[in-house]
Nanobody
Framework: QVELAESGGGSVQAGGSLTLSCAAS????????LGWFRQAPGKEREFVAAIRWAGGRTYYANSVKDRFAISRDNANNTVYLQMNSLKPEDTAVYYC??????????????????WGQGTQVTVSS
């Protein structure tokens, strides 16, 4: 059973936009946080954004603040990542992940226990 499934990746020129979607099974929506991470070739997986499921508060890495927006659609069990003003350094595989315990935001991947398969985003200059 796939619990998280990302879609929406692709190739775009610098300055362009993409919207990623993360379709979640209903059980995921009992998670405390849904987050987006990314991993570029040769680099560690890094935090991008997260949304607290109760209340909807959002959090962002400094590198994407004011360019990316995370949101949720309760009716469709989906979390989105709207990415604007994309830069070549945003190129990476983007992953959706769920943090199912703990009340504090965590930005390290090891605190997220359920992961999607990832979707590639490529930004050309």
């Amino acid at each position: 059973q796939v619990e998280l499934a990302e879609s929406g990746g692709g190739s775009v020129q610098a300055g362009g936009s993409l919207t990623l979607s993360c379709a979640a099974s209903r059980v995921i929506f009992t998670s405390n946080f849904l987050g987006w991470f990314r991993q570029a070739p040769g680099k560690e997986r890094e935090f991008v954004a997260a949304i607290r499921w109760a209340g909807g508060r959002t959090y962002y890495a400094n590198s994407v603040k004011d360019r990316f927006a995370i949101s949720r659609d309760n009716a469709n069990n989906t979390v989105y990542l709207q990415m604007n003003s994309l830069k070549p350094e945003d190129t990476a595989v983007y992953y959706c992940a769920a943090r199912t315990s703990g009340e504090l935001l965590q930005t390290l991947p090891r605190y997220y226990t359920i992961w999607g398969q990832g979707t590639q985003v490529t930004v050309s200059s």
